[in-house]
């Protein structure tokens, strides 16, 4: 199977990475940060989370309720999700509404899915 390795819809450090143009420092940088995101992704309750968050913007006790999870527990793995800019929140009141960052995060989602269910399917 021929894999699409067109550089079209990447970004230009991602575009530079694949063909093979970047320095080894940024190389290292940019491959650290994306093996930081797949580990922020690689624990089930935040994938819980983003997929509630995937819905819609939501605070952090709709989440916990949603998730079935204590508030304090949630806002942890928040915490953790916002440092790795996969969630950005905002104030209403004195409640923290959470969203995903941005489309990047869907598209990881989309696809992190759709490599499971394809390959669970062999």
């Given at each position: 199977?021929?894999?699409?390795?067109?550089?079209?819809?990447?970004?230009?450090e991602a575009a530079a990475w694949l063909a093979g143009t970047l320095d080894t420092e940024e190389k290292r940088r940019l491959l650290l940060r994306l093996a930081d995101i797949f580990k922020v992704l690689?624990?089930?309750?935040?994938l819980k989370?983003?997929?509630v968050l995937w819905q819609g913007e939501c605070c952090v006790n709709?989440?916990?309720?949603?998730?079935?999870?204590?508030?304090?527990?949630v806002s942890?793995?928040?915490?953790?999700?916002?440092?790795?800019h996969l969630v950005d929140f905002r104030k209403i009141?004195?409640?923290?509404?959470?969203?995903?960052?941005?489309?990047h995060v869907v598209h990881l989602l989309e696809q992190g899915l759709?490599?499971?269910?394809h390959r669970g399917e062999e």
């Open positions: 199977m021929k894999v699409n390795t067109s550089t079209d819809a990447l970004s230009h690689g624990e089930p309750t935040r989370i983003l997929r709709e989440l916990a309720e949603a998730i079935d999870m204590e508030a304090s527990a942890h793995q928040l915490r953790i999700l916002r440092q790795a009141g004195k409640n923290a509404c959470y969203f995903l960052d941005d489309a759709n490599h499971a269910a």
